[in-house]
């Protein structure tokens, strides 16, 4: 299953943005999938990432900022992401057990 990733863009801190992840084949199978970032010259970070049972968890960072959900009728993964802020500048890609990422998208916060 490829993943391809979109949705980011530039905003304003405070701002918001909803990404998306689509698959090429079905995520039903694909028990957890998870919504990771990396920024420039930082380790990759797992954002949050959301169970086939629909059970999420997520990165102190974002926690009450970010909301992961899937649709696995679409096979899509979405990341909403309210009130940004700089430091949640980054490429964001997701990704899951047997899938193959995407090449991600930006997310730029300006302050």
């Known amino acids: 299953v490829q993943l391809m990733e979109s949705g980011g863009g530039l905003v304003q801190a405070g701002g918001s943005l909803r990404l998306s992840c689509a698959a090429s084949?079905?995520?039903?199978?694909?028990?957890?999938m998870g919504w990771y970032r990396q920024a420039p010259g930082k380790q990759h970070e797992l954002v949050a990432f959301?169970?086939?049972?629909?059970?999420?968890n997520y990165a102190v960072s974002v926690k009450g900022r970010f909301t992961i959900s899937r649709d696995n009728a679409k096979n899509i993964v979405y990341l909403q992401m309210n009130n940004l802020k700089p430091e949640d500048t980054a490429v964001y890609y997701c990704?899951?057990?047997?899938?193959?990422r995407g090449q991600g998208t930006q997310v730029t916060v300006s302050s």
């Open positions: 990704n899951g057990v047997g899938a193959l």
């Open positions: 084949g079905s995520i039903v199978s694909i028990n957890s």
């Open positions: 959301i169970t086939s049972g629909g059970s999420t």
